[in-house]
């Protein structure tokens, strides 16, 4: 009977122990903070070749979310990136947002994709979630059989997201792949046998479209959207083809020529359409094709857009890479951030970041040497600053924007030190600021200093010893907008840097120093001017 007794007994206090355990583990799991988590969906993809496939770029457990970017590489023989668009949830309080994408050649086959979402507006606090919800999704094109993984750059300064005061948010981003598998049986070789007549022999028909349109692009109006694009130059190219699909929310894109379920708005020559009578409540997504006299269709460039004043999407489509700055239009491939978006675009995005730095008029936490890079520029700033210049300041050399960030401190407040001795003062205001994105995205400021650029004739004619033909030369008028600005390149190439000091070493018989001195060796670099 006692036994019974201390058995029943031990079995109770087991029991309370083990709710008490319970307890104490459910309150310390659910004290613990949770980290956001950035993946791929699907996380594995397995396809054959000639496919379109959308990945969407997930989160989840986020709080106040403003800004997504990040670097993927990726092996261009098994997948081709064909655009990117808005997965909703960064829009879904209907606040506009920029989706800026474009690739760029690594070591041969791989490719990065360097992809930028933002929200545009100032004031307005980010969007939560605790369930996944996506953020952009992504098309691709299936070249051949193979695989490949879609692995993000783990750098702060390549691959993250941010709140709506531009502060980093802890995040774990997972990576993906893509498997694409040839199933198409061998071809059939018939036996040889006995001769047959002689004579000429069959040409196979065309089956290869011309290029892809470039520079895609989508303004949009009240009730309209204004599409404009590059045709190629191929000598067989018949036209182009645009559908659409549209959606209350993130419509599916077509994805074929011969899409069912998609409107055609336009086939023909030009380079431009309005597309009129549309809903403001309603998204729409453009897919553009070439096509050839046969006809050969390409894969489609497609897009995003909603009518209403002020969101603007752009589509970095080109690849190659160049040493010349084209400020009239961007660079003529493979940059990042503004430098290949039409005007249009950059007036719009850099306005938006101007917001960013200026009204948030908050302190700034800065470490060591952001805080150095600061003090250096107010002692060169020579006057008195209120609190609100002050702090935007130290917002943009310690957070950057989207389309600055890459630059990283140090080349930010190469920008801001550009501003000053181009304009003799600190940037005071929302327009300073936005010349100031516009500069770190190698794009012309919207203000002028006549006697800077008169300073940089001076520099140029003792370069290139002749007088800027700037009226005539887009080349020569870059090389004075970059030396009296300091605009920075889209891509940096460091042979051409290296070949650049080299000259200004021998022109000028002294080592660069002074932040005019680099810009100098920009223009020799990057304007494309010649003697």
Not at 52 to 74: E, G
Not at 226 to 232: E, G, I, K, V, Y
């Amino acid at each position: 009977m006692s036994i019974v007794r201390k058995n029943v007994f031990s079995i109770k206090y087991l029991a309370v122990f083990v709710t008490i355990l319970a307890i104490f583990s459910y309150k310390l799991v659910n004290n613990v903070s949770a980290q956001s988590m950035v993946s791929l969906s699907p996380s594995v993809t397995t396809t054959a070749p000639g496919q379109t496939i959308t990945i969407n770029l997930l989160i989840n457990q986020v709080t106040d979310l403003w800004d997504a970017f990040f670097d993927l590489i990726y092996n261009s023989n098994i997948v081709e990136f064909i655009t990117a668009t808005d997965g909703g949830f960064l829009s879904s309080d209907g606040t506009p947002i920029s989706v800026l994408a474009s690739t760029s050649p690594q070591v041969n086959p791989d490719k990065r994709l360097t992809l930028g979402i933002t929200r545009l507006g100032s004031g307005l606090a980010g969007v939560s979630t605790v369930s996944s919800k996506t953020i952009v999704g992504l098309q691709f094109r299936t070249v051949s059989a193979g695989a490949t993984t879609l692995s993000f750059i783990n750098s702060a300064d390549a691959t993250g997201i941010v709140d709506s005061n531009l502060n980093y948010i802890t995040s774990t981003w997972t990576n993906g792949s893509v498997s694409v598998v040839d199933s198409t049986p061998p071809p059939v070789i018939p036996p040889s046998g006995g001769g047959g007549g002689g004579g000429g022999s069959i040409t196979p028909p065309d089956s290869t479209p011309p290029a892809r349109p470039t520079n895609f692009m989508a303004t949009s109006a009240d009730g309209s959207i204004t599409l404009a694009w590059s045709n190629p130059i191929d000598s067989d190219f018949g036209g182009v083809l645009i559908l659409r699909t549209e959606s209350l929310i993130t419509p599916s894109c077509p994805t074929a020529y011969n899409d069912s379920k998609a409107k055609e708005v336009y086939r023909g020559k030009a380079i431009e359409k309005v597309d009129v009578g549309l809903n403001n409540s309603l998204k729409y997504c453009y897919a553009i094709y070439a096509f050839d006299g046969i006809p050969n269709y390409t894969t489609p460039v497609s897009l995003t857009a909603q009518p209403g004043a002020g969101q603007l999407t752009t589509v970095a489509t080109s690849t190659t890479e160049t040493t010349i700055v084209d400020n009239q239009t961007g660079t003529t491939g493979g940059g990042t951030g503004l430098a290949n978006a039409p005007g249009a675009v950059v007036d719009v995005v850099s306005l938006d970041e101007a917001h960013q730095i200026f009204d948030r008029n908050q302190f700034v936490d800065m470490t060591a040497v952001t805080i150095g890079i600061y003090n250096k520029i107010m002692s060169q700033a020579g006057a008195e600053y209120n609190n609100q210049e002050k702090r935007a300041l130290a917002n943009f050399i310690q957070n950057g924007t989207p389309n600055t960030r890459i630059l990283g401190a140090g080349e930010r407040g190469g920008s801001v030190g550009s501003f000053i001795a181009a304009f003799g003062r600190l940037p005071r205001s929302v327009a300073d600021w936005q010349d100031v994105v516009k500069i770190g995205n190698g794009r012309w400021p919207k203000q002028n200093n006549a006697k800077a650029e008169a300073a940089a004739e001076i520099v140029f004619k003792k370069i290139y010893l002749h007088a800027p033909k700037r009226t005539t030369n887009k080349y020569e008028d870059n090389a004075i907008r970059i030396i009296a600005y300091g605009l920075r390149p889209a891509k940096r190439n460091m042979a051409s840097e290296a070949a650049a000091i080299k000259s200004f070493k021998y022109i000028f018989k002294r080592a660069p120093s002074k932040s005019n001195d680099w810009d100098i060796i920009r223009a020799i670099a990057y304007s494309g001017a010649k003697r």
